[in-house]
């Protein structure tokens, strides 16, 4: 085809291919164009998305107020380690399958390799160096010295925070063996502690090991 009709090869091809990736996408997937609905534009004063750069986030670590600025794509995981210093929580898969990063956000267990850190704005987080208080270890962590539930300690960080979830959200029950286990069910730990780990549960639960 010729230039004299204004049009080119490469340029009708050009205009169907793209008019076929727009058929194909849902509505909310398509590019903005003037016959969009004008209200879908955020009006001034409306909450934004953040990015790209960095943002001000703003929430609770082991009882003190933080704010920092964090780039959109860091995870709780990074932001703790790398900008707070909280190196309690443990870097071991980084995907979510072993649970070494677990910590508290608003007193429930949560990987912290696969939780963005802007998504615990506001949020109460708790890491494994929020359990000492005034220099020393939790009942759940005496319990774990006690019965020898941590080896190399990668998973145990971890660990102690999936347990910690458990004896708050069941204070002043009484746990089974099978409470502990559906519990740390996420954690995996190489050494093998388990039954160790168990036993100490329970003794900080006050019940039997």
Do not use: W
């Not at 980084?94 to 429930?108: F, P």
């Amino acid at each position: 085809m010729s230039d004299r009709a204004g049009i080119t090869r490469r340029g009708l091809f050009r205009g169907i291919g793209t008019a076929g990736l727009l058929a194909g996408c849902k509505p909310s997937e398509r590019p903005p164009t003037t016959t969009d609905d004008p209200g879908a534009a955020a009006s001034p004063g409306e909450e934004t998305a953040v990015g790209p750069g960095p943002a001000p986030l703003s929430f609770t670590l082991n009882g003190e107020a933080k704010t920092l600025e964090v780039a959109p794509n860091i995870t709780l995981l990074a932001a703790l380690r790398e900008q707070l210093r909280f190196t309690g929580t443990k870097v071991v898969c980084d995907r979510g399958a072993c649970g070494a990063c677990t910590v508290l956000i608003d007193g429930v267990p949560r990987n912290s390799c696969m939780t963005l850190a802007h998504d615990v704005a506001g949020a109460a987080v708790t890491t494994v160096e929020g359990l000492a208080s005034g220099g020393k270890l939790s009942v759940l962590q005496q319990a774990f010295v006690r019965n020898d539930a941590l080896q190399c300690g990668f998973c145990t960080s971890g660990m102690l925070m999936s347990c910690q979830g458990l004896l708050e959200r069941t204070r002043g029950q009484k746990l089974a063996r099978e409470d502990v286990e559906a519990a740390i069910a996420g954690n995996l730990c190489r050494c093998g502690t388990y039954p160790n780990v168990v036993a100490a549960v329970l003794e900080a639960a006050g019940g039997s090991a």
